[in-house]
């Protein structure tokens, strides 16, 4: 069975409130290769560093552990996160078939082969149309921690000045074991950190991507613990912008 554990506790939000995008945000959808890419931006100023934050997998599977028909995540998290940045550019990206249902998704696109070359590279063309060769701060959440980390290592010529992760996975191979789940034989995988300046913020009660799995990556990287948060609650979460 594909990873179920990580989208149980989107279940139970299901019925929030709608979210609005705040009038200083456009939406913004990027036509790659394959996928369009639904993106929220604020980019007012054109020297400083564009903060980009990439999203998780969503609600990809259902309470039973199956992989449902539409991995558009139901909490908000990561877009409350984005847009109360004050910084003044700012962008919300969610992963391939998230939101739009691109004639080219399947099932895969959110289980085996979440990670794989395509997203990687799709991801990639909309970061770049976005920066236009401007400083990069790149963000990403749980599964948007790998999709991040394999955008900077194969994409040298991105201008990233930090990689931030927030409750990540680090390796995907590491994290599928860990629960038991079949491998994601689609998806690519970081077995080394990428080498810019970074930082990691684990949940201190996550049980979707343990401490433990966390710690066997981050053990000489700069790593702050967000006290009595959880994989889907992390209120308390201030994030380190400087490089």
């Known amino acids: 069975m594909y990873k179920k554990n990580l989208f149980l506790p989107f279940v139970l939000i299901a019925c929030a409130p709608v979210w609005h995008i705040p009038y200083d945000f456009q939406e913004v959808i990027i036509s ?4 369009k890419i639904l993106t929220y931006q604020k980019l007012s100023d054109s020297i400083s560093p564009i903060h980009i934050y990439i999203e998780g997998d969503g609600y990809a599977f259902n309470g039973a552990g199956r992989p449902t028909s539409n991995p558009t ?7 409350d996160l984005s847009i109360n940045d004050d ?3 700012v962008v919300y990206m969610a992963r391939p078939c998230q939101y739009i249902m691109s004639s080219g998704c399947d099932i895969s696109d959110w289980t085996s082969k979440r990670f794989s070359a395509d997203k990687i590279d799709n991801i990639a063309y909309a970061i770049k149309k976005i920066s236009q060769n401007r400083p990069i701060i790149l963000i990403g959440y749980s599964g948007g921690a790998m999709i991040s980390g394999l955008v900077i290592q194969q994409n040298p010529d991105l201008n990233i000045k930090k990689w931030i992760t927030i409750a990540g996975v680090l390796n995907h191979s590491d994290w599928t074991s860990y629960f038991g789940d079949l491998p994601l034989s689609g998806s690519l995988n970081m077995n080394k950190l990428p080498n810019i300046p970074q930082v990691h913020y684990i949940a201190e009660n996550d049980d979707v991507v343990p401490k433990s799995l966390s710690y066997k990556w981050l053990s000489e990287k700069k790593v702050f613990i967000i006290p009595n948060a959880t994989h889907t609650n992390m209120k308390k979460i201030k994030i380190d912008f400087g490089y």
């Open 32 to 35: 790659s290769d394959k996928y």
């Open 73 to 79: 995540p139901r909490g908000t998290f990561l877009r």
């Open 87 to 89: 910084s003044p550019n």
